[in-house]
């Protein structure tokens, strides 16, 4: 008898529907097609054990099962629930009434409890595109699933519930989500606030310019000055995701399993921290069935580099294109698949070797060279995507010992906003812009105009700072945030005057 089941695989964020046929003939043996991986192979031993602790049996027959299409790769052992209701209403141990309607997902413990999968979100995207009935899959993912609608989702703990389900035994409870009441009822309370920093007000005012615009920023200064501390509450002033980025952060989250158990809709916007000693691979995406890297687990979020002279070269390096592009494409020989990777770098670094400046107070000193050898290790093009330098001091004392509390991530977050909208209607006619920091050198000549005397403040500045050609566009590009903080339609000399502060690196005796 022949039966047809259906499952799904996922490449990049998006899904593809697997149709397994399961045949069972006279003889004996059990053959598995259609280029499944070790895990996919592994399952008969799974299902075997499964069965027969609730009841049922692998039968002793010659079973056939094709995973098609044949050509594609099938990876993990999400595929076991399928294949194990396959073989049971191919041998008639359940009716299997409408198992055509369904997708069936999970991966079985020996005891029939269901363990949880990856990509459940694209899977129920996919699935509801396709006309599915429903989307049976384990409980753990249920409210992940749930957040799609028009198709129901069933979280189920054994395979008993399934085997009762298509027996007409018993029903299954749909999951449902108020996607909306979810994603807004984690909004209010950021983890980590700007309140709690002691002093630091210019290094606060850049934040507050960098979230306004989009704009990558670095901090220099020296340990404990505060770098870290700040970078981490930068999530907490973004403005809120919308639903549409959201699903988007999601989708990608889910596809590498990182979705906490009974978790829906992620609401607050990433931030990861990848260690120094991380690999190129691991940080743009990639490996021999491509997975999503850092840069896309951070898309719609900050992706902050910590100490940035001490990554590796190359692994810079690979983040040039993404940077610019806002995506990452993984090409390998059979397929492409492409990431979206629009995120904020924030990174910080010491300003030579020792920690400290060219200070002869310092506990550790460096000389010129080996602090320009040092800052050498960080490219020219990368630099060149970072729109503010800024260099952090060490807080002083009586500033560290002060009871007077700073303002809050809340109160900050409210002006973000307000010059987000301002950046959302001067963009809604270019569909991928959205913020200053994506604006292109057309959309520079058209936002970005000067008077005659911001004209001569800039030049003069370039001449006598040596500023580099390629701070020209930055500095524009900052001083139109500055300007969309205070309201102002036209940049005017004093947030030109402030963008030119926020180039320390281009100056001489720092990259040269």
């Known amino acids: 008898m022949l039966i047809k089941v259906f499952g799904s695989a996922v490449f990049g964020v998006e899904a593809t529907t697997i149709t397994v046929e399961v045949n069972i003939d006279k003889g004996i043996g059990y053959h598995l097609v259609g280029l499944p991986d070790n895990a996919i192979k592994e399952s008969s031993f799974r299902i075997a054990a499964a069965l027969q602790n609730n009841g049922y049996k692998l039968p002793g027959k010659k079973i056939t099962i094709n995973m098609a299409p044949a050509d594609l790769r099938k990876e993990g052992s999400a595929y076991d629930l399928t294949l194990a209701v396959g073989i049971l209403a191919a041998s008639s141990q359940i009716k299997g009434v409408c198992i055509e309607d369904y997708l069936i997902m999970g991966e079985l413990s020996l ?9 459940a979100l694209p899977i129920a995207i996919k699935a509801r595109e396709e006309g599915f009935k429903g989307f049976i899959l384990p409980k753990q993912n249920a409210k992940e699933a749930a957040i799609v609608d028009g198709i129901e989702v069933y979280g189920v703990e054994t395979i008993k519930e399934v085997i009762d389900f298509f027996d007409e035994k018993d029903k299954l409870n749909p999951t449902i989500v108020n996607t909306r009441e979810e994603f807004y009822k984690e909004l209010a309370h950021p983890e980590f606030d700007f309140a709690d920093v002691k002093g630091q007000e210019s290094i606060k005012r850049c934040m507050e310019i960098a979230a306004a615009g989009g704009h990558n ?62 690999s190129d691979v691991a940080l743009v995406g990639g490996g021999a069935y491509p997975q999503p890297g850092e840069i896309s687990l951070s898309h719609n979020g900050v992706l902050f580099l910590d100490e940035l002279p001490e990554f ?6 690979v983040m040039r294109q993404p940077l610019e592009d806002r995506e990452v494409t993984i090409s390998r020989a059979k397929f492409t698949v492409t990431y979206p990777s629009s995120f904020m770098l924030v990174a910080s670094m010491n300003p030579s070797p020792g920690g400290y400046f060219n200070d002869p107070d310092a506990p550790v000193t460096s000389s010129p060279a080996e602090m320009q050898r040092y800052l050498s290790k960080i490219s020219g093009p990368l630099l060149d995507r970072i729109d503010i330098h800024i260099e952090v001091t060490p807080v002083p004392f009586d500033k560290l010992s002060e009871e007077r509390k700073g303002e809050s991530s809340v109160d900050i977050r409210k002006r973000v906003i307000k010059a987000r909208d301002i950046q959302t209607k001067r963009f ?46 930055r500095i524009l590009k900052v001083s139109r945030t500055i300007a969309d903080i205070e309201g102002s339609e036209h940049i005017q000399g004093n947030h030109i005057s402030e963008a030119i502060q926020y180039r320390s690196l281009d100056r001489d005796g720092w990259l040269g």
């Open 111 to 119: 005891d029939g409890s269901l363990q949880p999968i990856k990509g």
């Open 217 to 278: 920023i670095i901090l220099v200064g020296p340990p404990g000055s505060g770098k870290t501390m700040i970078s981490k509450r930068l999530p907490s002033i973004l403005p809120p995701m919308s639903l549409h980025e959201a699903l988007e952060t999601t989708k990608i989250h889910s596809v590498v399993g990182r979705i906490k158990e009974n978790v829906g809709l992620m609401a607050q916007r990433p931030f990861r921290s990848p260690h120094h000693t991380i």
């Open 312 to 317: 590796k070269r190359s692994v810079l390096e």
């Open 428 to 473: 809604e006619q270019l569909p991928k812009i959205h913020y200053n920091a994506q604006m292109g050198v057309k959309q520079i000549r058209e936002y970005c105009e000067l008077d005659t005397a911001s004209k001569n403040l800039l030049k003069n500045a370039m001449e006598q700072l040596n500023l580099s050609a390629r701070a020209y566009d």
